[in-house]
């Protein structure tokens, strides 16, 4: 029914910039909450940042100021972009979205992109 597809990873130096985007495709859904999660080797996944339908956002401490998330509800789409990059950021990142489908709710992963920064 629904699929999200990322795109945008890749391999940067230090400081600079990725912008990741995820697009959804299906139909007969309602897209709510959006968001990006990644995982480094070793690590557990965890949450980069968030965004509802009216654009409230929400973001982790380690990438407050240099991370942006945004929608654009008419392409079904949800963008990260990625500045001021770390090594630490390096990770596989995914897509998240919660939709409402025939009034249930559900949750659907990307396939993951890889994001590497070299220091």
């Known amino acids: 029914q629904v699929q999200l597809v990322e795109s945008g990873g890749g391999l940067v130096q230090a400081g600079g910039s990725l912008r990741l985007s995820c697009g959804v495709s299906?139909?007969?859904?309602?897209?709510?909450?959006m968001g990006w999660y990644r995982q480094a080797p070793g690590k557990l996944r965890e949450l980069v940042a968030r965004?509802?339908?009216?654009?409230?956002?929400n973001y982790a401490d380690s990438v407050k100021g240099r991370f942006g998330i945004s929608r654009d509800n008419a392409k079904n789409t949800v963008y990260l972009q990625m500045n001021n990059l770390k090594a630490e950021d390096t990770a596989v990142y995914y897509c998240?979205?919660?939709?409402?489908?025939?009034?249930?709710?559900?949750?659907?992963w990307g396939q993951g992109t890889q994001v590497t920064v070299s220091s």
């Open positions: 998240n979205a919660e939709f409402t489908i025939y009034s249930n709710r559900a949750v659907y």
């Open positions: 965004i509802t339908p009216d654009r409230t956002t």
């Open positions: 299906g139909s007969d859904f309602r897209l709510n909450t």
